[in-house]
C-alpha cells in the first residue's frame, strides 16, 4: 500500500482542493449587425459576417440548409 513520505502542507493541501484553476467563462458578445451570441474574434453563424464584412454568403448557407 502507498504511504506518503511526508506531511502534505496546509498551502499545497488547500491549493489543490481551491477553485483557482477552474476555466473563467470565454469572451461572449453580440454581433453588432444581427444581434447574435457570438465568441469574440469570431465569424458570427446567424449573418456570417466578421468586422464589417461578409466572410459566409447567405446563398452558401441557404443551400447547406
Same mark, same amino acid.
Given at each position: 500500500?502507498? $504511504? ?10 488547500? &491549493?489543490?482542493?481551491?477553485? $483557482?484553476?477552474? /476555466?473563467? /467563462?470565454?469572451? *461572449? ?7 447574435? *451570441? *457570438? /465568441?469574440?474574434?469570431? $465569424? ?8 464589417? &464584412?461578409?466572410? *459566409?454568403? &447567405?446563398?452558401?448557407?441557404? &443551400?447547406?440548409?
Amino acid at each position: 500500500m502507498a $504511504v506518503p513520505k511526508r506531511k502534505v502542507s496546509k498551502a499545497r493541501r488547500d &491549493k489543490r482542493r481551491s477553485s $483557482v484553476w477552474k /476555466l473563467s /467563462l470565454p469572451g *461572449i458578445t453580440k454581433c453588432p449587425k444581427c444581434g447574435a *451570441i *457570438i /465568441l469574440s474574434h469570431r $465569424v458570427c453563424k446567424n449573418c456570417g459576417t466578421y468586422a464589417g &464584412k461578409e466572410y *459566409i454568403s &447567405k446563398e452558401s448557407t441557404a &443551400k447547406e440548409a
